[in-house]
């Protein structure tokens, strides 16, 4: 499974910006999908998840502010950046997996990474 993320870039505070997952297999009801971040010197931090049933999940910090949706045709998995501030300056990685551990989903397949950066 290769993950390739797209869309990033630089915005001001207050803009919006939508990033991109494709993957060269079909995700939808096989794969959790989903996005983390993780800015210089902080740990990755889930961002949110569409998982294979459908269901989403936003870390507190982004809901409300942050939508997920499918683009079936390209299968891919975007997420729209709304109201976007600086703390979300970060690197975006898209994750996808098939099982679950102790904890939740489990993520065997990553992409490189695509970089949001929000100014004030």
């Known amino acids: 499974v290769q993950l390739v993320e797209s869309g990033g870039g630089v915005v001001q505070t207050g803009e919006s910006l939508r990033v991109s997952c494709g993957a060269s297999?079909?995700?939808?009801?096989?794969?959790?999908v989903a996005w983390y971040r993780q800015a210089p010197g902080k740990e990755r931090e889930l961002v949110a998840v569409?998982?294979?049933?459908?269901?989403?999940y936003y870390t507190p910090s982004v809901k409300g502010r942050f939508t997920l949706s499918r683009h079936n045709f390209l299968n891919a998995l975007l997420l729209q950046m709304e109201s976007l501030e600086p703390e979300d300056t970060a690197k975006y990685l898209c994750?996808?997996?098939?099982?679950?551990?102790?904890?939740?989903?489990?993520?065997?397949?990553w992409g490189q990474g695509i970089q949001v950066t929000v100014f004030s």
């Open positions: 569409m998982y294979k049933g459908g269901d989403t």
């Open positions: 297999v079909r995700l939808w009801g096989l794969y959790n």
């Open positions: 994750a996808a997996g098939t099982s679950r551990g102790p904890e939740g989903p489990v993520f065997e397949y």
